[in-house]
Structure formats: C-alpha cells, structure tokens
C-alpha cells in the first residue's frame, strides 16, 4: 500500500516488491512476531490509517497471534470507528462552513470556492473506512483509491489551508493598511451588499485582538489532578467546578451540565478576547465536549490540549463523596477509552497535545 493522500494499492509488480524488500529494515518481526504485528497496529491506528490497520489484524494468525488477541485488536478499531466519523463529520462541517463564508465575503473567486467545495464533497464519512475483506489482497485492486480516516482528514486540511491562505491575504491587507486592488475592493462590495442578510456573523473571535494568546483545554479523569494544575500555571484558569460552587454550595448540579458549559465557553471567550490566554478546567473526556470548546476560538489562536492522570488508587483515597459515589471508576475507565483520540488532538492539526500523565505528584487531587 502506498500513501497519495489515500491508501493507494500497488500494481503487483515483482521488481517494486523484491526493490521494497531490499530496502526494507531486517529484521522486520524481530524474535516477537506477534509484538511486531501488535506494534505495527497501533502505529497506524494511531494515525487513523484504519485500513492498514485492519489488514494487519487480518494477517495477523499466520505470525502465530492468538485469535483472543487479534479479536481484541478489531475490537479497538470497531470501538474508534465512530469517534473517527463524528472527528470527520465535525471537521467536514467546518471547513464547508468556511467554505462558505469565502462565497459571501467575497474572498477569492466564485471559481475557487466551487472548487474548494467540489472537493469537500467527495468525502463521505459514513463510508468511512473502506470495508475489506479478510482474503484482501491489494494487487487486486491496482489503481483503485481506498478511502481511510487519514486521507479524509487530509483532504479536509488541504481545503482548509487553501482557504486560510486565502482569507490571510486579505486580512493582512486591510490589517496593514496596504493598498488593495480597486477590482477586489468593488468585488467585496458588490458581495457585501448581495448577501448581508444571509451572513449569520458566527465566525469566532473576529474582532479580538491577536497578541499569542492561547486556550488550553485539561483532559482527564474525576480526581486527575486537574485543577491542581491548572493552578500552578500563572494562567487565568476557567474552570467547571468553580462555576457550579457558585450555584450551589457542594458544588453539586445535578441532570444537564449544557448551561454549566455554555457559561465556560462564554466566560473563556472573554478571556480570549481581551488577548489573554486562558486554561479551561473541565474533564473534556467525550470528544464533542472539546470540539464545542475549540469552536470559540478562531483558527489562528494556539489551541492545546493537557493531558492529566494519575494512578487509580490515589484518585480512589482522596475521591470524597467522587470516589463513594463511583465517579472516580466510572471516568477512570472512560478516560481510558477515550485518550487515544485526545492524544491524537481529535485529528485536528491545530491542536499541541501535552501528555502529563506520568508527571503527576502522589499527592495532586482535582
């Protein structure tokens, strides 16, 4: 398989294949095949090459890989495949979005926003990853494009930066008081007053000002260690807890926490707005709940993700009421499910992802 942008299978082809083998490191099991199989396997899941993932799971009891083990192997890609399409659909939605506002602001032609948009619609995150059968061989499918996780987010990026390139001159035009054509300045005109009453002025942080101001989002478990963090960074910190202290005394709200996030987002938002860097102190598990809180922020603001854990007994002795009430098992474990697309930055290439999770103190609680 060879990567164009999409997992393209090679023409079979005896000198390309004796050339790739020549090349290729030796050993290539070492004297653990299957820890081999086990290592190749993650590295492409965690580059959400699903394809080639799925063919090492296929091959993998000719290496002598228990059928338990390889079970559990396809179990964890079954488990990712949806959190992959909502990361693709949500992406998709953006960038059409952006799309879009181009058409109306007038930036760039009508010709490059079809283009851009010709090209986002040939992603379809419902077919996503191409189903391959257990005798798969890519010889027999030479020529043929086979449709990934990884050439999808790809092909989005390529999209997404043609735009802001795009979108960037224009802003540094006007930002730097430099002459613009008189043919572009009667363009944006003539759009201006064609679709203002379609324009929804949903794009984020327009107007803030742009002084290297960062959001940093904590991703972890109840108990983590979060807040004690999150303290020690000499940032202003936004944080969940506090917000719901003020609303009730245990800090305890009970059923829906949309109104408890809405108010993180608004009061983050200001923090940003005012050019200052902000850390957001919330759980952000589940991988919707980051992506609301990316939303906020425009493209060019720094975007990080800190993850933080700590071990499960020390979260269990110093839980409280968490620990009696079985908070602390139950994100114990649904932060173990959930890191791996945290630690990718939820396929997002403007997210920094810091992983902390080794570095916490025995004593940390938060």
């Not at 820890?35 to 002598?64: C, D, K, Q, T």
């Not at 506002?101 to 995150?125: C, F, H, I, W, Y």
Request: with cysteine; net charge negative.
């Amino acid at each position: 398989m060879t990567w164009t942008g999409g997992w393209t299978p090679s023409p079979y082809n005896e000198e390309r294949v004796l050339q790739e083998i020549t090349n290729a490191k030796i050993p290539l099991k070492g004297s653990d095949p299957g820890a081999a199989i086990a290592s190749a396997f993650e590295a492409r899941r965690g580059e959400s090459a699903f394809v080639p993932a799925y063919m090492l799971v296929n091959i993998a009891h000719w290496f002598g890989v228990r059928e338990a083990t390889t079970e559990a192997l396809r179990g964890k890609l079954d488990a990712d495949r949806e959190t992959k399409k909502s990361q693709v659909k949500s992406r998709l939605a953006a960038a059409e979005r952006m799309i879009e506002r181009m058409r109306r602001m007038a930036v760039g032609s009508l010709d490059q926003s079809a283009r851009l948009k010709e090209a986002l619609s040939t992603v379809n995150p419902n077919n996503l990853p191409a189903e391959l059968s257990p005798s798969f061989l890519p010889e027999a499918m030479a020529g043929d494009r086979v449709e990934d996780f990884n050439s999808a987010f790809a092909r989005i990026r390529e999209v997404e930066v043609e735009a802001q390139r795009e979108a960037g001159w224009i802003r540094n035009k006007v930002a730097h008081f430099d002459l613009i054509d008189p043919e572009v300045v009667s363009r944006l005109s003539d759009f201006y007053e064609a679709t203002i009453g379609d324009v929804d002025f949903d794009i984020p942080g327009w107007n803030w000002p742009r002084c290297g101001q960062s959001m940093t989002l904590t991703v972890g478990p109840s108990g983590a260690g979060k807040s004690t963090w999150s303290a020690a960074q000499g940032i202003e910190v936004i944080s969940s807890d506090e917000i719901r202290k003020e609303r009730s005394p245990d800090g305890e709200v009970p059923g829906a926490q949309s109104e408890i996030f809405h108010e993180v987002r608004m009061r983050s938002a200001k923090v940003l707005g005012n050019g200052r860097s902000v850390i957001v102190d919330a759980m952000h598990i589940e991988p919707d709940d980051r992506l609301r809180q990316l939303a906020i922020a425009p493209t060019d603001v720094s975007k990080k993700y800190a993850l933080i854990d700590r071990p499960l007994a020390d979260k269990q002795r110093d839980g409280g009421w968490r620990g009696q009430e079985g908070l602390v098992n139950k994100y114990h474990r649904l932060f173990a499910d959930h890191a791996g697309a945290a630690l990718a930055g939820d396929g997002r290439g403007d997210v920094e992802v810091i992983d902390l999770r080794m570095q916490q103190s025995e004593g940390s609680t938060g």
